[in-house]
Protein backbone atom coordinates (compact mmCIF):
# COMPACT_ATOMS: atom_id res chain seq x y z
CA UNK A 1 0.00 0.00 0.00
CA UNK A 2 1.17 3.44 -0.61
CA UNK A 3 2.93 5.17 2.11
CA UNK A 4 1.06 8.61 1.16
CA UNK A 5 -2.16 6.88 1.62
CA UNK A 6 -0.96 5.67 5.36
CA UNK A 7 0.51 9.39 6.21
CA UNK A 8 -3.36 10.96 5.50
CA UNK A 9 -5.06 8.21 7.48
CA UNK A 10 -3.16 8.82 10.46
CA UNK A 11 -2.63 12.84 10.55
CA UNK A 12 -7.09 12.08 10.10
CA UNK A 13 -6.84 9.89 12.46
CA UNK A 14 -4.59 12.40 15.22
CA UNK A 15 -7.18 15.50 14.62
CA UNK A 16 -10.17 13.20 15.28
CA UNK A 17 -8.37 12.63 18.69
CA UNK A 18 -7.41 16.59 19.50
CA UNK A 19 -10.88 17.10 18.99
CA UNK A 20 -11.82 14.76 21.83
CA UNK A 21 -9.60 16.28 24.19
CA UNK A 22 -10.26 19.95 23.18
CA UNK A 23 -14.15 18.84 23.96
CA UNK A 24 -13.09 17.24 27.30
CA UNK A 25 -12.02 20.38 28.36
CA UNK A 26 -14.99 22.51 27.25
CA UNK A 27 -17.13 19.70 29.46
CA UNK A 28 -15.44 20.03 32.29
CA UNK A 29 -15.16 24.22 32.12
CA UNK A 30 -19.30 24.32 31.58
CA UNK A 31 -21.57 25.46 34.51
CA UNK A 32 -24.69 23.34 33.68
CA UNK A 33 -25.47 19.54 34.86
CA UNK A 34 -23.15 17.60 33.71
CA UNK A 35 -25.34 15.06 32.10
CA UNK A 36 -26.88 17.72 29.72
CA UNK A 37 -23.29 18.68 28.86
CA UNK A 38 -21.78 15.35 28.21
CA UNK A 39 -24.80 13.78 26.99
CA UNK A 40 -26.04 17.14 24.87
CA UNK A 41 -23.32 18.97 24.52
CA UNK A 42 -25.32 22.16 26.55
CA UNK A 43 -27.92 22.13 23.56
CA UNK A 44 -25.97 24.46 22.37
CA UNK A 45 -25.49 23.33 18.49
CA UNK A 46 -25.20 25.69 15.79
CA UNK A 47 -26.31 25.15 12.51
CA UNK A 48 -23.96 24.28 10.59
CA UNK A 49 -22.73 21.76 12.68
CA UNK A 50 -26.30 20.31 13.46
CA UNK A 51 -26.41 19.82 9.84
CA UNK A 52 -23.30 18.08 10.25
CA UNK A 53 -23.73 15.83 12.86
CA UNK A 54 -27.70 15.29 11.77
CA UNK A 55 -26.19 14.14 8.44
CA UNK A 56 -22.91 12.17 9.22
CA UNK A 57 -24.68 10.40 11.77
CA UNK A 58 -27.52 8.81 9.10
CA UNK A 59 -25.16 8.47 6.31
CA UNK A 60 -22.74 5.63 7.48
CA UNK A 61 -20.46 3.25 5.46
CA UNK A 62 -23.78 2.36 3.32
CA UNK A 63 -23.63 5.09 1.59
CA UNK A 64 -19.69 5.39 0.84
CA UNK A 65 -19.04 1.31 0.05
CA UNK A 66 -22.07 -0.79 0.18
CA UNK A 67 -24.57 1.24 -2.36
CA UNK A 68 -21.90 2.50 -4.95
CA UNK A 69 -20.85 -0.98 -4.93
CA UNK A 70 -24.70 -2.19 -5.39
CA UNK A 71 -25.30 0.86 -8.25
CA UNK A 72 -22.04 -0.72 -9.61
CA UNK A 73 -24.06 -3.60 -10.88
CA UNK A 74 -27.47 -2.05 -10.79
CA UNK A 75 -26.64 1.13 -12.97
CA UNK A 76 -28.40 4.46 -12.61
CA UNK A 77 -31.54 3.22 -10.84
CA UNK A 78 -29.54 2.39 -8.07
CA UNK A 79 -28.70 5.92 -8.07
CA UNK A 80 -32.77 7.18 -7.96
CA UNK A 81 -33.12 4.75 -5.35
CA UNK A 82 -30.57 6.55 -3.50
CA UNK A 83 -32.55 9.80 -3.95
CA UNK A 84 -35.17 9.06 -1.95
CA UNK A 85 -32.86 10.26 1.00
CA UNK A 86 -32.83 13.77 -0.22
CA UNK A 87 -35.75 14.46 2.38
CA UNK A 88 -33.74 12.74 5.40
CA UNK A 89 -32.35 16.50 6.52
CA UNK A 90 -35.91 18.70 5.80
CA UNK A 91 -37.93 15.47 7.20
CA UNK A 92 -36.04 14.81 10.82
CA UNK A 93 -35.80 18.81 11.53
CA UNK A 94 -38.71 19.85 9.98
CA UNK A 95 -41.44 17.36 11.46
CA UNK A 96 -39.81 16.30 15.24
CA UNK A 97 -39.69 20.38 14.70
CA UNK A 98 -39.63 23.16 16.63
CA UNK A 99 -42.44 21.03 18.77
CA UNK A 100 -39.12 18.72 20.02
CA UNK A 101 -36.98 20.87 20.79
CA UNK A 102 -39.67 22.92 23.10
CA UNK A 103 -41.00 20.07 24.68
CA UNK A 104 -37.52 18.53 25.55
CA UNK A 105 -36.67 21.99 27.20
CA UNK A 106 -40.09 22.02 29.04
CA UNK A 107 -39.35 18.44 30.76
CA UNK A 108 -35.53 18.68 30.94
CA UNK A 109 -35.26 15.38 28.33
CA UNK A 110 -31.76 14.47 27.23
CA UNK A 111 -32.82 11.26 25.30
CA UNK A 112 -35.36 9.41 23.36
CA UNK A 113 -36.22 7.59 26.17
CA UNK A 114 -36.16 10.33 28.53
CA UNK A 115 -39.19 11.48 26.56
CA UNK A 116 -41.09 8.66 26.25
CA UNK A 117 -40.93 7.81 29.73
CA UNK A 118 -42.40 11.21 30.67
CA UNK A 119 -44.69 11.31 27.80
CA UNK A 120 -45.89 7.57 28.93
CA UNK A 121 -45.28 7.40 32.19
CA UNK A 122 -44.70 3.89 31.84
CA UNK A 123 -42.00 1.13 33.07
CA UNK A 124 -42.86 -1.57 30.11
CA UNK A 125 -42.19 1.16 27.26
CA UNK A 126 -39.28 2.03 28.65
CA UNK A 127 -37.58 -1.34 29.10
CA UNK A 128 -39.26 -2.22 25.63
CA UNK A 129 -36.93 0.89 24.28
CA UNK A 130 -34.13 0.36 26.10
CA UNK A 131 -33.88 -3.48 25.42
CA UNK A 132 -34.67 -2.11 21.63
CA UNK A 133 -31.47 0.29 21.69
CA UNK A 134 -29.10 -2.09 23.28
CA UNK A 135 -29.67 -5.12 21.11
CA UNK A 136 -30.00 -2.81 17.43
CA UNK A 137 -27.06 -0.86 18.70
CA UNK A 138 -24.48 -3.34 19.79
CA UNK A 139 -25.17 -4.96 16.45
CA UNK A 140 -25.38 -1.72 14.06
CA UNK A 141 -22.33 -0.40 15.85
CA UNK A 142 -19.91 -4.07 15.73
CA UNK A 143 -20.89 -4.66 11.97
CA UNK A 144 -19.64 -0.65 11.65
CA UNK A 145 -16.30 -1.33 13.67
CA UNK A 146 -16.15 -4.20 11.48
CA UNK A 147 -16.45 -2.39 8.15
CA UNK A 148 -14.18 0.80 9.63
CA UNK A 149 -11.40 -2.47 10.24
CA UNK A 150 -11.61 -4.01 7.16
CA UNK A 151 -11.60 -0.93 5.51
CA UNK A 152 -8.65 0.27 7.62
CA UNK A 153 -6.64 -2.88 6.82
CA UNK A 154 -7.20 -2.44 2.97
CA UNK A 155 -5.95 0.91 3.18
CA UNK A 156 -3.00 0.40 4.92
CA UNK A 157 -2.15 -3.42 4.96
CA UNK A 158 -2.13 -4.09 8.47
CA UNK A 159 -3.87 -7.10 9.96
CA UNK A 160 -7.32 -6.93 10.78
CA UNK A 161 -6.76 -7.16 14.31
CA UNK A 162 -4.14 -4.51 14.18
CA UNK A 163 -6.67 -2.33 12.34
CA UNK A 164 -9.21 -2.72 14.71
CA UNK A 165 -7.82 -2.03 17.64
CA UNK A 166 -6.54 1.38 15.71
CA UNK A 167 -9.85 2.17 14.54
CA UNK A 168 -11.63 1.45 17.71
CA UNK A 169 -8.91 3.01 20.18
CA UNK A 170 -9.44 6.53 18.68
CA UNK A 171 -12.99 6.28 18.29
CA UNK A 172 -13.81 5.23 21.81
CA UNK A 173 -11.39 7.45 22.96
CA UNK A 174 -12.91 10.70 21.29
CA UNK A 175 -16.26 9.40 22.42
CA UNK A 176 -15.22 9.02 26.39
CA UNK A 177 -13.52 12.01 26.65
CA UNK A 178 -15.52 14.45 24.21
CA UNK A 179 -18.95 13.41 25.40
CA UNK A 180 -21.80 14.71 22.55
CA UNK A 181 -19.47 17.56 22.05
CA UNK A 182 -16.35 15.94 20.79
CA UNK A 183 -18.91 13.58 18.84
CA UNK A 184 -20.70 16.64 17.22
CA UNK A 185 -17.63 18.30 16.31
CA UNK A 186 -15.65 15.67 14.75
CA UNK A 187 -18.80 14.71 13.43
CA UNK A 188 -18.61 18.50 11.35
CA UNK A 189 -15.22 17.75 10.32
CA UNK A 190 -15.29 14.19 8.87
CA UNK A 191 -18.65 15.95 7.60
CA UNK A 192 -16.48 18.37 5.61
CA UNK A 193 -14.04 15.24 4.74
CA UNK A 194 -16.56 13.34 3.28
CA UNK A 195 -17.78 16.17 1.02
CA UNK A 196 -14.50 17.33 -0.27
CA UNK A 197 -13.93 13.49 -0.75
CA UNK A 198 -16.96 12.63 -2.97
CA UNK A 199 -16.05 15.69 -4.92
CA UNK A 200 -12.76 15.20 -5.37
CA UNK A 201 -13.93 11.32 -6.80
CA UNK A 202 -16.58 12.25 -8.90
CA UNK A 203 -14.49 14.65 -10.91
CA UNK A 204 -11.49 12.38 -11.09
CA UNK A 205 -13.73 9.07 -12.33
CA UNK A 206 -15.92 11.82 -15.04
CA UNK A 207 -12.94 12.54 -16.22
CA UNK A 208 -11.27 10.02 -16.25
CA UNK A 209 -14.03 8.29 -17.86
CA UNK A 210 -14.19 10.71 -20.57
CA UNK A 211 -16.89 13.26 -19.93
CA UNK A 212 -20.16 12.27 -19.47
CA UNK A 213 -21.47 11.41 -23.21
CA UNK A 214 -18.94 8.75 -23.44
CA UNK A 215 -19.73 7.08 -19.91
CA UNK A 216 -23.22 7.18 -20.59
CA UNK A 217 -22.24 5.91 -24.46
CA UNK A 218 -19.63 2.82 -22.80
CA UNK A 219 -22.60 2.03 -19.57
CA UNK A 220 -25.33 1.07 -22.32
CA UNK A 221 -22.79 -0.90 -24.55
CA UNK A 222 -21.90 -2.50 -21.69
CA UNK A 223 -25.62 -3.30 -20.85
CA UNK A 224 -28.57 -1.07 -21.95
CA UNK A 225 -30.36 -2.04 -18.30
CA UNK A 226 -27.44 -0.09 -16.94
CA UNK A 227 -29.30 3.81 -17.79
CA UNK A 228 -32.89 2.80 -17.02
CA UNK A 229 -34.54 2.88 -13.64
CA UNK A 230 -35.50 -0.70 -13.60
CA UNK A 231 -31.85 -1.61 -12.58
CA UNK A 232 -30.66 -4.82 -14.59
CA UNK A 233 -33.25 -7.20 -14.96
CA UNK A 234 -35.87 -4.79 -13.55
CA UNK A 235 -34.89 -6.23 -10.12
CA UNK A 236 -35.84 -2.52 -8.53
CA UNK A 237 -40.17 -2.65 -9.25
CA UNK A 238 -41.67 0.73 -8.23
CA UNK A 239 -44.06 -0.41 -5.28
CA UNK A 240 -40.31 -1.44 -3.80
CA UNK A 241 -37.81 1.77 -4.88
CA UNK A 242 -41.59 4.02 -3.47
CA UNK A 243 -40.85 2.01 -0.35
CA UNK A 244 -37.73 3.07 -0.10
CA UNK A 245 -39.60 7.11 0.75
CA UNK A 246 -40.73 5.62 4.08
CA UNK A 247 -37.65 3.06 5.11
CA UNK A 248 -34.91 5.98 4.29
CA UNK A 249 -36.80 8.95 4.31
CA UNK A 250 -39.63 9.12 7.06
CA UNK A 251 -38.78 6.43 8.91
CA UNK A 252 -35.52 8.36 9.83
CA UNK A 253 -37.24 10.17 12.15
CA UNK A 254 -38.15 7.49 14.59
CA UNK A 255 -34.01 6.94 14.88
CA UNK A 256 -32.90 7.60 18.41
CA UNK A 257 -29.49 8.65 17.48
CA UNK A 258 -30.64 11.30 14.42
CA UNK A 259 -33.98 12.44 16.31
CA UNK A 260 -32.15 13.28 19.69
CA UNK A 261 -30.12 15.59 17.39
CA UNK A 262 -33.55 17.46 17.08
CA UNK A 263 -33.20 17.99 21.17
CA UNK A 264 -29.21 19.99 20.97
CA UNK A 265 -30.01 22.75 18.97
CA UNK A 266 -28.88 26.19 20.26
CA UNK A 267 -32.02 28.14 18.74
CA UNK A 268 -34.59 28.09 15.99
CA UNK A 269 -31.88 29.71 13.45
CA UNK A 270 -29.57 27.44 13.82
CA UNK A 271 -32.15 24.69 13.07
CA UNK A 272 -33.04 27.00 9.75
CA UNK A 273 -29.61 26.58 9.11
CA UNK A 274 -29.32 23.19 9.14
CA UNK A 275 -32.35 22.59 6.91
CA UNK A 276 -31.09 24.09 3.93
CA UNK A 277 -27.41 22.84 4.69
CA UNK A 278 -28.70 19.32 5.64
CA UNK A 279 -30.28 18.90 2.47
CA UNK A 280 -28.19 19.95 0.16
CA UNK A 281 -25.39 17.80 1.91
CA UNK A 282 -27.54 14.64 1.74
CA UNK A 283 -28.19 15.27 -1.78
CA UNK A 284 -24.94 16.13 -3.03
CA UNK A 285 -23.39 13.00 -1.18
CA UNK A 286 -25.88 9.91 -2.16
CA UNK A 287 -25.92 11.64 -5.26
CA UNK A 288 -22.31 11.82 -5.81
CA UNK A 289 -21.07 8.36 -4.39
CA UNK A 290 -23.79 6.29 -6.02
CA UNK A 291 -23.29 8.38 -9.65
CA UNK A 292 -19.68 7.14 -9.27
CA UNK A 293 -20.13 3.77 -8.63
CA UNK A 294 -22.86 2.87 -11.44
CA UNK A 295 -20.52 4.21 -14.11
CA UNK A 296 -17.57 2.38 -12.84
CA UNK A 297 -18.91 -0.04 -14.87
CA UNK A 298 -18.22 1.98 -17.54
CA UNK A 299 -14.58 2.21 -16.99
CA UNK A 300 -13.55 -1.19 -15.24
CA UNK A 301 -16.29 -3.62 -15.97
CA UNK A 302 -14.06 -6.61 -14.35
CA UNK A 303 -14.70 -5.82 -10.41
CA UNK A 304 -15.90 -8.72 -8.52
CA UNK A 305 -17.15 -7.73 -5.26
CA UNK A 306 -19.46 -4.81 -4.45
CA UNK A 307 -17.43 -3.22 -1.43
CA UNK A 308 -14.25 -2.85 -3.06
CA UNK A 309 -15.71 -0.68 -6.23
CA UNK A 310 -15.07 2.39 -4.60
CA UNK A 311 -11.17 1.68 -3.19
CA UNK A 312 -10.60 0.50 -6.89
CA UNK A 313 -12.13 2.98 -8.79
CA UNK A 314 -10.11 5.75 -6.09
CA UNK A 315 -6.82 3.92 -6.71
CA UNK A 316 -7.30 3.69 -10.70
CA UNK A 317 -8.39 7.42 -11.02
CA UNK A 318 -6.77 9.60 -8.35
CA UNK A 319 -3.12 10.24 -7.81
CA UNK A 320 -1.69 8.67 -3.94
CA UNK A 321 -2.10 11.95 -1.99
CA UNK A 322 -5.71 12.49 -3.02
CA UNK A 323 -6.63 8.66 -2.96
CA UNK A 324 -5.36 9.25 0.74
CA UNK A 325 -7.65 11.90 0.87
CA UNK A 326 -11.22 10.84 -0.55
CA UNK A 327 -10.53 7.01 1.37
CA UNK A 328 -10.71 8.50 5.15
CA UNK A 329 -14.19 10.00 3.81
CA UNK A 330 -15.98 6.46 3.81
CA UNK A 331 -13.69 6.21 7.61
CA UNK A 332 -15.35 9.41 8.29
CA UNK A 333 -18.46 8.23 7.14
CA UNK A 334 -18.44 5.00 9.81
CA UNK A 335 -16.63 6.99 12.68
CA UNK A 336 -19.18 9.57 13.10
CA UNK A 337 -22.12 6.95 12.62
CA UNK A 338 -20.58 4.51 15.41
CA UNK A 339 -19.65 7.79 17.68
CA UNK A 340 -23.60 8.84 17.95
CA UNK A 341 -24.52 5.34 18.36
CA UNK A 342 -22.00 4.51 20.88
CA UNK A 343 -23.32 7.92 23.15
CA UNK A 344 -26.70 6.82 22.77
CA UNK A 345 -25.88 3.79 23.84
CA UNK A 346 -23.91 4.90 26.72
CA UNK A 347 -26.61 7.72 28.11
CA UNK A 348 -29.56 5.00 27.43
CA UNK A 349 -27.79 3.18 30.73
CA UNK A 350 -26.45 5.73 32.44
CA UNK A 351 -29.58 7.95 32.16
CA UNK A 352 -32.27 5.86 31.12
CA UNK A 353 -31.90 3.41 33.64
CA UNK A 354 -29.31 3.99 36.48
CA UNK A 355 -30.30 7.60 37.57
CA UNK A 356 -34.18 7.11 36.61
CA UNK A 357 -34.81 3.81 38.01
CA UNK A 358 -31.80 3.03 40.60
CA UNK A 359 -30.38 6.71 41.83
CA UNK A 360 -32.36 9.68 40.72
CA UNK A 361 -30.02 12.10 42.95
CA UNK A 362 -27.04 10.90 42.01
CA UNK A 363 -23.45 13.21 42.96
CA UNK A 364 -22.33 14.78 40.32
CA UNK A 365 -18.78 13.55 40.66
CA UNK A 366 -19.67 10.14 40.98
CA UNK A 367 -22.11 10.25 37.62
CA UNK A 368 -18.99 12.06 35.51
CA UNK A 369 -16.49 9.13 36.41
CA UNK A 370 -19.40 6.91 35.60
CA UNK A 371 -20.50 8.47 32.82
CA UNK A 372 -16.76 8.33 30.92
CA UNK A 373 -16.44 4.38 32.53
CA UNK A 374 -19.50 3.15 30.98
CA UNK A 375 -18.55 4.83 27.88
CA UNK A 376 -15.64 3.24 27.58
CA UNK A 377 -16.68 -0.01 28.95
CA UNK A 378 -19.72 -0.18 26.06
CA UNK A 379 -16.95 0.58 23.59
CA UNK A 380 -14.63 -2.20 24.85
CA UNK A 381 -17.91 -4.40 24.56
CA UNK A 382 -18.26 -3.92 21.07
CA UNK A 383 -14.83 -4.03 20.58
CA UNK A 384 -14.59 -7.69 21.43
CA UNK A 385 -17.75 -8.00 19.99
CA UNK A 386 -15.99 -7.21 16.67
CA UNK A 387 -12.68 -9.07 17.25
CA UNK A 388 -14.64 -12.27 16.43
CA UNK A 389 -18.28 -11.27 15.41
CA UNK A 390 -20.56 -13.98 16.20
CA UNK A 391 -23.35 -14.89 13.84
CA UNK A 392 -26.32 -13.27 15.81
CA UNK A 393 -24.83 -10.03 15.34
CA UNK A 394 -25.57 -10.43 11.33
CA UNK A 395 -28.71 -11.33 11.74
CA UNK A 396 -29.54 -8.68 14.58
CA UNK A 397 -28.20 -6.11 11.97
CA UNK A 398 -30.39 -7.40 9.11
CA UNK A 399 -32.95 -5.97 11.35
CA UNK A 400 -31.33 -2.70 12.85
CA UNK A 401 -32.66 -0.06 10.63
CA UNK A 402 -36.13 -1.42 10.19
CA UNK A 403 -36.79 -2.65 13.87
CA UNK A 404 -35.76 0.41 15.07
CA UNK A 405 -37.75 2.31 12.70
CA UNK A 406 -41.12 0.03 14.06
CA UNK A 407 -40.03 0.90 18.02
CA UNK A 408 -39.62 3.95 17.66
CA UNK A 409 -41.33 5.82 15.01
CA UNK A 410 -44.94 6.41 15.95
CA UNK A 411 -44.48 6.49 19.96
CA UNK A 412 -41.71 9.37 19.42
CA UNK A 413 -43.92 11.36 16.31
CA UNK A 414 -47.65 10.47 17.88
CA UNK A 415 -46.11 11.02 21.40
CA UNK A 416 -45.32 14.24 20.23
CA UNK A 417 -48.55 15.60 18.48
CA UNK A 418 -51.42 14.03 19.57
CA UNK A 419 -52.55 14.74 23.00
CA UNK A 420 -54.78 11.17 23.18
CA UNK A 421 -51.64 9.08 22.42
CA UNK A 422 -51.39 6.47 25.29
CA UNK A 423 -48.78 4.03 26.57
CA UNK A 424 -51.14 1.30 25.87
CA UNK A 425 -51.16 2.33 22.91
CA UNK A 426 -47.33 2.77 22.49
CA UNK A 427 -47.13 -0.38 24.00
CA UNK A 428 -49.50 -1.92 21.74
CA UNK A 429 -47.88 -0.37 18.50
CA UNK A 430 -44.25 -1.63 19.69
CA UNK A 431 -45.27 -4.95 19.96
CA UNK A 432 -47.53 -6.06 17.10
CA UNK A 433 -44.96 -3.39 15.23
CA UNK A 434 -41.98 -5.67 15.90
CA UNK A 435 -44.35 -8.80 15.74
CA UNK A 436 -45.61 -7.86 12.21
CA UNK A 437 -41.58 -6.91 10.90
CA UNK A 438 -40.51 -10.25 12.05
CA UNK A 439 -43.34 -12.06 10.70
CA UNK A 440 -42.96 -10.32 7.07
CA UNK A 441 -39.09 -10.62 7.51
CA UNK A 442 -39.23 -14.46 7.25
CA UNK A 443 -42.80 -15.17 5.82
CA UNK A 444 -44.02 -12.43 3.29
CA UNK A 445 -40.56 -10.49 2.37
CA UNK A 446 -42.49 -8.06 -0.46
CA UNK A 447 -45.94 -7.75 0.55
CA UNK A 448 -47.91 -6.56 -2.64
CA UNK A 449 -44.41 -5.85 -4.10
CA UNK A 450 -43.23 -3.18 -1.43
CA UNK A 451 -40.52 -3.30 0.98
CA UNK A 452 -40.43 -5.38 4.36
CA UNK A 453 -41.07 -2.37 6.09
CA UNK A 454 -44.12 -0.91 4.26
CA UNK A 455 -46.79 -3.06 6.37
CA UNK A 456 -45.04 -2.97 9.70
CA UNK A 457 -45.51 0.43 9.76
CA UNK A 458 -49.05 0.29 8.68
CA UNK A 459 -49.92 -2.34 11.67
CA UNK A 460 -48.22 -0.42 14.38
CA UNK A 461 -49.67 3.14 13.01
CA UNK A 462 -52.86 1.19 13.35
CA UNK A 463 -52.42 -0.23 16.88
CA UNK A 464 -51.22 2.87 17.94
CA UNK A 465 -54.49 4.50 17.03
CA UNK A 466 -57.35 1.75 17.83
CA UNK A 467 -55.92 1.12 21.05
CA UNK A 468 -55.21 4.39 21.94
CA UNK A 469 -58.93 5.10 21.72
CA UNK A 470 -59.83 2.40 23.49
CA UNK A 471 -58.01 3.02 26.95
CA UNK A 472 -57.84 6.02 28.88
CA UNK A 473 -56.09 8.97 28.31
CA UNK A 474 -52.88 10.02 29.02
CA UNK A 475 -53.17 12.06 33.07
CA UNK A 476 -54.05 15.78 32.82
CA UNK A 477 -50.45 16.46 34.31
CA UNK A 478 -48.54 14.84 31.61
CA UNK A 479 -50.72 16.33 29.06
CA UNK A 480 -49.91 20.16 30.85
CA UNK A 481 -46.78 19.48 31.00
CA UNK A 482 -46.12 18.89 27.18
CA UNK A 483 -48.38 21.13 25.92
CA UNK A 484 -48.63 24.08 28.71
CA UNK B 1 -61.45 14.95 26.21
CA UNK B 2 -61.94 18.74 27.65
CA UNK B 3 -58.05 20.16 28.23
CA UNK B 4 -59.59 23.39 28.92
CA UNK B 5 -57.80 24.32 32.25
CA UNK B 6 -54.66 25.70 30.24
CA UNK B 7 -53.99 26.98 27.00
CA UNK B 8 -51.79 25.06 24.16
CA UNK B 9 -48.42 26.89 24.25
CA UNK B 10 -48.42 29.79 21.65
CA UNK B 11 -45.80 28.54 19.73
CA UNK B 12 -47.30 25.48 18.84
CA UNK B 13 -49.39 27.03 16.48
CA UNK B 14 -46.73 28.29 14.11
CA UNK B 15 -44.25 25.03 14.85
CA UNK B 16 -47.18 22.67 13.59
CA UNK B 17 -47.86 24.65 10.01
CA UNK B 18 -44.27 24.09 9.81
CA UNK B 19 -44.00 20.25 10.39
CA UNK B 20 -47.15 20.19 7.65
CA UNK B 21 -45.08 22.20 5.37
CA UNK B 22 -41.84 19.95 5.50
CA UNK B 23 -44.74 16.93 4.90
CA UNK B 24 -46.16 18.62 2.18
CA UNK B 25 -42.50 19.56 0.48
CA UNK B 26 -41.87 15.58 1.17
CA UNK B 27 -44.71 14.62 -0.90
CA UNK B 28 -43.64 16.78 -3.88
CA UNK B 29 -40.43 15.66 -3.95
CA UNK B 30 -41.85 12.37 -4.24
CA UNK B 31 -44.23 13.34 -7.06
CA UNK B 32 -41.31 15.00 -9.02
CA UNK B 33 -38.97 12.14 -8.95
CA UNK B 34 -41.57 9.79 -9.94
CA UNK B 35 -43.15 12.11 -12.45
CA UNK B 36 -39.86 12.51 -13.95
CA UNK B 37 -38.26 9.13 -13.22
CA UNK B 38 -40.76 6.81 -14.88
CA UNK B 39 -42.09 9.20 -17.47
CA UNK B 40 -39.41 10.21 -19.32
CA UNK B 41 -37.30 6.48 -18.79
CA UNK B 42 -40.14 3.88 -18.88
CA UNK B 43 -39.33 3.52 -23.03
CA UNK B 44 -36.64 1.13 -24.44
CA UNK B 45 -32.91 2.75 -23.66
CA UNK B 46 -32.62 2.67 -27.22
CA UNK B 47 -35.55 5.80 -27.91
CA UNK B 48 -33.76 7.60 -24.69
CA UNK B 49 -33.26 11.56 -25.22
CA UNK B 50 -30.32 13.03 -23.04
CA UNK B 51 -29.77 16.37 -21.27
CA UNK B 52 -26.23 17.60 -21.33
CA UNK B 53 -24.88 13.90 -22.05
CA UNK B 54 -27.29 12.23 -19.29
CA UNK B 55 -30.42 10.42 -20.00
CA UNK B 56 -33.45 12.94 -19.69
CA UNK B 57 -35.47 10.93 -17.01
CA UNK B 58 -32.04 10.75 -14.99
CA UNK B 59 -30.89 14.00 -15.21
CA UNK B 60 -34.57 15.79 -14.56
CA UNK B 61 -35.76 13.22 -11.80
CA UNK B 62 -32.16 12.57 -9.85
CA UNK B 63 -29.81 16.00 -10.76
CA UNK B 64 -33.21 18.40 -11.46
CA UNK B 65 -35.00 16.59 -8.67
CA UNK B 66 -31.69 17.66 -6.08
CA UNK B 67 -31.58 20.89 -7.06
CA UNK B 68 -35.17 22.08 -7.54
CA UNK B 69 -35.82 21.06 -3.66
CA UNK B 70 -32.70 21.98 -2.38
CA UNK B 71 -34.36 25.41 -3.61
CA UNK B 72 -37.38 24.70 -2.52
CA UNK B 73 -36.26 23.32 1.06
CA UNK B 74 -34.40 27.08 0.62
CA UNK B 75 -37.37 29.05 0.14
CA UNK B 76 -39.28 27.10 3.12
CA UNK B 77 -37.13 27.86 5.46
CA UNK B 78 -36.66 31.31 4.60
CA UNK B 79 -40.06 32.33 3.53
CA UNK B 80 -42.75 30.40 6.27
CA UNK B 81 -40.63 29.16 8.94
CA UNK B 82 -40.35 31.61 11.54
CA UNK B 83 -37.82 32.43 13.96
CA UNK B 84 -39.20 31.76 17.87
CA UNK B 85 -37.27 31.29 21.35
CA UNK B 86 -37.53 27.39 22.20
CA UNK B 87 -36.88 28.19 26.02
CA UNK B 88 -39.25 26.07 28.92
CA UNK B 89 -41.16 28.98 30.02
CA UNK B 90 -44.94 29.60 28.44
CA UNK B 91 -45.40 33.10 29.42
CA UNK B 92 -43.87 34.70 25.72
CA UNK B 93 -45.12 37.56 24.63
CA UNK B 94 -44.61 35.78 21.25
CA UNK B 95 -47.01 35.83 18.57
CA UNK B 96 -47.23 33.54 15.19
CA UNK B 97 -47.06 35.28 11.76
CA UNK B 98 -44.03 38.10 12.85
CA UNK B 99 -40.74 37.72 12.23
CA UNK B 100 -39.93 39.11 15.40
CA UNK B 101 -39.35 37.18 18.27
Same mark, same amino acid.
Given at each position: ????????????????????????????????????????????????????????? /????????????????????????????????????????????????????????????? *??????????????????????????????? *???????????????????????? /??????????????????????????????????????????????????????????????????????????????????????????????????? =??????????? +?????????????????????????????????????????????????????????????????????????????????????????????????????????????????????????????????????????????????????????????????????????????????????????????????????? +??? | ? =?????????????????????????????????????????????? /??????????????????????????????????????????????????????
Amino acid at each position: MQWEIVVVMFIYLALNIGIGLYCARLNNQAKGGFLEEYFLGGRGMGGFVLAMTLTTT /YISAGSFIAGPGVAYSMGLGWVLLAMTQLPVGYLVLGVLGKRFAIVARKINAVTVIDFLKQ *RYDSKAVVVLSVIGIIGFFLAAIAVQFIGGA *RLFQSMTGYSYEHSLIVFSLVVVF /YVTFGGFRGVVLTDAMQGIVMFIGTAILLVGVVVYGGGVQTVMTNLSAVNPDLITPFGVKNFISIPWIMSFWILVGFGTIGLPQVAVRGMGYKDSKAMH =QAIIIGTVFTG +FLMFGMHFVGAIGKAIDPAIKIGDTVIPELTKKTLNPWLAGLFLTAPLAAIMSTVSSQLLVLSSTIIKDLYVSYVNPNPEERFIKRTSLIITAVTGAIVFILSYTPPDFLVWLNLFALAGMESVFLWPTLLGLYWKRANSSGALASIILGSAAYIYCHNFWARPLGTHTIILPLLVALISFVIVSKLTTPPKKETIRA +FWG | M =QEDCFRDDPRYKQANKEALLAIGLFFLNVIWWFVFAYGLGSGPPSE /YSYVMGFPAWFFWSCIGGFVVFSVLTWVMVTYFYVDMPLGAETDYDWKPGRKEG
